[in-house]
């Protein structure tokens, strides 16, 4: 009881800020929902049906704790400063959460995707639920989410902490704040604000400048060095690491299939050791593991493609909690696990030589000036992913959800570009997969539906 307590209490303090970041705006602005799209969906699978009364309280009350989860986004009239939350005076949790009943796991999937293509209403809070009740097989909460309001992490930070830790209901809980903002924020003042900030900061970035003219002037040929070495670390960045298979593409990202995956947690981490790595690298060598087949299956001797991953920004063989998107040459020719790890991990640690990693963060505030194309171009300009894998911590014992019990938690990511994206999250001892797939890239998409099953296999028995 006391766990549940501290968690729900993180979740009251969770995302407090009253600006989106750099990166969210970015992202917010640059969206081209679906072929650029900023939306995850999660789905939870329930050994049953929790009781609808019971559920919908619980999550009035998520809702209530968690005062992120009924505001929206408010954009300045011009973009002289950062979108802005606002609580949204309409707020009505019968538009957000709903339940549908489904004759299959397959359909709740098929269902969940065509959710997931939906654009946002902008206006409202950006979330919706839906909990499908499956004839005979249980349900599942499948959670539409948008990363301006959380990340993929983020999302299952959340979800984790507003979870319970025992079937029965808990009947005093902590509550919210439920003093709510008496006024929007109006849109004209805000862009009025940006342009007063930006006159006021004026002096000190002028001095700012001048400091690195004058560093400049006095070490000219240093400064010329640099300004190279970091503008070969972007090319080499938004530059393919590999060329893109011809067996998945082309690629519109209009048609998303959703696919889950179970296998057990500690032969991944076994394997990863074996070959001196992660288990993020353990997940990207599986995710390998089924392309190769599925390019064996083809016909085509591809000897590797360009994999999106996560770079720790702290550098010290992948520890801290500042991360950033980046591509890697994923090994399609190797053909044993440890091996693959072993290159997969041997690509990651290159990545860490590179200078320009933050480029994009660098880079984001000033775009965010520019009319929303501006970023949009940017962000399609870098090279996409094959496949984008992604690894995520979930909650390490069980949870309930209105009595029911979770008994899995698959993250099903964007596709910006991508043919695939993979989300590996560890919930409780079990590794569980979410696949989003671009349907239109694939020719066979059961054949790679098997392959990608028969990674997971070749993984948990080396391991």
């Given amino acids: 009881m006391n766990d549940d307590f501290e968690r729900w209490g993180g979740a009251a303090a969770w995302s407090s800020s009253a600006e989106l970041t750099s990166m969210q705006t970015l992202l917010w602005r640059a969206e081209r929902h679906p072929v650029q799209s900023s939306t995850s969906t999660v789905v939870i699978d329930l050994d049953r049906a929790p009781d609808w009364k019971r559920f919908v309280a619980a999550t009035e009350w998520g809702t209530g704790l968690v005062r992120r989860l009924r505001q929206r986004v408010v954009e300045p009239v011009v973009p002289t400063a950062a979108p802005t939350w606002a609580d949204d005076p309409t707020f009505d949790l019968d538009y957000h959460l709903r339940r549908e009943q489904v004759a299959s796991r397959e359909e709740m999937l098929a269902r969940a995707a065509q959710l997931a293509l939906h654009p946002f209403d902008r206006s409202r809070p950006l979330w919706e639920g839906v909990l499908f009740e499956v004839e005979g097989a249980g349900a599942a909460y499948v959670l539409k989410i948008h990363h301006a309001l959380a990340d993929p992490l983020g999302t299952v930070q959340l979800l984790s902490m507003l979870q319970s830790g025992k079937r029965a209901h808990t009947a005093r809980k902590p509550v919210g704040d439920e003093t709510a903002a008496t006024t929007t924020p109006d849109p004209v003042e805000l862009a009025v604000t940006g342009v007063r900030t930006d006159v006021a900061t004026l002096p000190e970035v002028a001095l700012s400048a001048a400091r690195t003219l004058g560093h400049a002037a006095t070490r000219p040929q240093a400064v010329v060095s640099s300004t190279l070495r970091y503008g070969a670390s972007v090319r080499r960045l938004l530059t393919r690491a590999a060329h893109p298979s011809p067996e998945l593409s082309p690629r519109t990202g209009r048609r998303w299939t959703f696919l889950t995956l179970d296998a057990p947690l500690e032969p991944l981490r076994t394997i990863a050791r074996q070959g001196g790595g992660t288990l993020d690298d353990a997940a990207v060598a599986l995710v390998l593991g089924g392309l190769r087949r599925y390019h064996a299956r083809r016909g085509s001797d591809l000897r590797e493609i360009p994999v999106g991953v996560r770079v720790s920004l702290d550098r010290a063989d992948d520890l801290g909690n500042r991360f950033a998107g980046a591509l ?3 090994p399609l020719a190797i053909e044993d696990p440890v091996d693959r790890v072993a290159a997969v991990r041997g690509e990651v640690l290159s990545l860490h030589t590179e200078r320009a990693l933050e480029v994009l963060d660098a880079a984001a505030p000033v775009m965010n000036r520019m009319p929303s194309f501006v970023g949009a171009s940017a962000l399609r300009a870098a090279a996409a992913p094959d496949a984008s894998v992604l690894t995520l911590p979930g909650p390490p014992r069980k949870r309930y959800m209105a009595g029911a019990e979770v008994q899995g938690m ?54």
Wanted: negative net charge; charged residues 15%; contains cysteine.
């Fill in 328 to 330: 890697i040459s994923g």
């Fill in 410 to 463: 698959y993250v099903l990511g964007p596709l910006p570009g991508a043919a695939l994206t993979v989300v590996l999250t560890t919930c409780g001892d079990t590794a569980c997969i979410g696949v989003n797939i671009d349907a239109s890239a694939v020719a066979d998409l059961p054949g790679l539906e098997e392959c990608l099953v028969e990674g997971v296999e070749e993984m948990v028995s080396t391991g």
